[in-house]
């Protein structure tokens, strides 16, 4: 099963290729799913923003903590 981040990017790049018909379609259904109540009102860089941390962490570029380590750490920080 593909992950979000290869789906992501296979849309991204379809999207480059894909038709007037095609645009006109994936528009509609982002104009319905943002009439949703629902619709998170997150902004665009911040998904950018986690999906560069995600890559840096699945590349060992960045390190990750369990939630004990990360109390332990802020009430020494405290200190």
Excluded: C
Excluded at 16 to 27: M, P, T, V
Excluded at 54 to 78: C, H, I, M
Aim: net charge negative.
């Amino acid at each position: 099963m593909a992950s979000t981040l290869e789906i992501r990017k296979r849309i991204y790049d379809f999207i480059d290729i894909a038709d007037e018909r095609i645009l006109r379609i994936i528009n509609r259904i982002i104009e319905v799913k943002e009439q949703e109540d629902d619709y998170p009102a997150i902004p665009d860089w911040h998904y950018d923003e986690i999906n560069e941390r995600r890559e840096k962490y699945l590349s060992g570029e960045s390190k990750s903590y369990t939630w004990e380590k990360v109390k332990e750490k802020a009430k020494s920080a405290l200190k």
